[in-house]
């Protein structure tokens, strides 16, 4: 099946060069990857990291934690 396709009008401007993403193409979140290959445009969404790539990131935390005392939970009533 082939992908949906549309033509979009090339706007020129002071700083380069817009175009108007329609409606069924609109990318989501607030940025976008920009290559080429050969002749044709490649617009694509930047993933957005999930929350354990994050954490994977960040270094393991050198701290002395201090010691807590477990106690046995209180009573409830049901």
């Known amino acids: 099946m082939a992908e949906p396709t549309t033509r979009v009008r090339l ?41 354990l790539a994050v954490l994977g990131t960040l270094d393991d935390l050198d701290e002395d934690w201090p010691e807590i005392e477990d106690g046995p939970p209180d009573d409830v009533r049901l």
């Open 11 to 51: 706007v020129r401007t002071a700083g380069g060069q817009r175009l108007d993403i329609p409606p069924g193409f609109m990318l989501g979140g607030d940025e976008a990857i920009l290559r080429t290959d050969g002749d044709r445009l490649i617009v694509e969404p930047v993933a957005v990291p999930s929350l």
